[in-house]
């Protein structure tokens, strides 16, 4: 099962623009991640942001978490078109017993040079 | 950071045919694993969830007995398709936690693309 929805589901831009995406969930997280995706490959983790943070930075990262309107957004400074791929936002939850982290509908990002 | 390898990267088989997929935890020991499944240009769903010597726990509509997991050790798990179709052709990823609890980061394999002529 999904955990919520991201949007926008595809998103294009130029070389040297930012690119936001946001992320909604449903239940009650214990942290939230991104990753990044290329075409047909595994996943990259970007960054982590605990349920007590509210913004986060990593280079040209940066992450904010809000818990009460279940939200998230990834935005990324001065976009390059190594950046294209695919984002996808994850909770980390309780579930069934366990620790599970369940994934987003993503975002297909496109820099274009 | 800790590396979950899959065996193999891909494997092309015939319809009707098992074919078994491999995940292990080269640097750590995985408590917990978990396997996902990705349909192209989709994200990633959850398949089941694993602890080591205990049965594995299966998401709604996810058949257990077509979809095996064993994880025997704390560095192995496997996933077997059985009698595999063509609509099992799909990217299976999985992942692994090093012990239970919050914020513990999941590591992830680098899949194992599945095709069933």
């Known amino acids: 099962s999904q955990q919520g929805e991201e949007d926008p589901q595809a998103l294009s831009i130029q070389e040297g623009e930012n690119a936001t995406m946001n992320c909604s969930y449903k239940t009650s997280i214990n942290n939230l991640q991104w990753y990044r995706q290329n075409s047909g490959r595994g996943l990259v983790h970007l960054i982590l942001i605990r349920s007590n943070e509210r913004e986060k930075h990593s280079g040209r990262l940066r992450v904010t978490l809000d818990t009460s309107k279940k939200s998230s957004s990834l935005l990324i400074t001065a976009s390059r078109a190594a950046d294209t791929a695919s984002y996808f936002c994850a909770t980390d939850a309780i579930t069934g017993g366990y620790n599970k982290l369940i994934f987003g509908a993503g975002t297909r990002l496109a820099v274009h040079p | 950071g800790a590396v979950v390898s899959q065996h193999p990267s891909w494997v092309i088989c015939k319809s009707g045919t098992s074919v078994k997929i491999e995940c292990r935890s080269l640097?750590?020991?995985?408590?917990?694993m978990f396997w996902y499944r990705q349909f192209p240009k989709q994200s990633l769903m959850l398949m089941a969830t694993?602890?080591?010597?205990?049965?594995?726990?299966?998401e709604q509509g996810v058949e257990k007995d077509k979809f095996l997991i064993n994880h025997a050790s704390l560095t192995l798990s496997t996933l077997t398709v059985t009698s595999a179709h063509p609509e099992d052709s799909s990217f299976y990823i999985c992942?692994?936690?090093?012990?239970?609890?919050?914020?513990?980061?999941?590591?992830f394999g680098p899949g194992t693309r599945l095709t069933v002529l």
């Open positions: 694993s602890n080591e010597g205990s049965k594995a726990t299966y």
């Open positions: 640097d750590f020991q995985a408590t917990t």
């Open positions: 992942s692994a936690r090093e012990v239970p609890g919050q914020g513990k980061e999941q590591f």
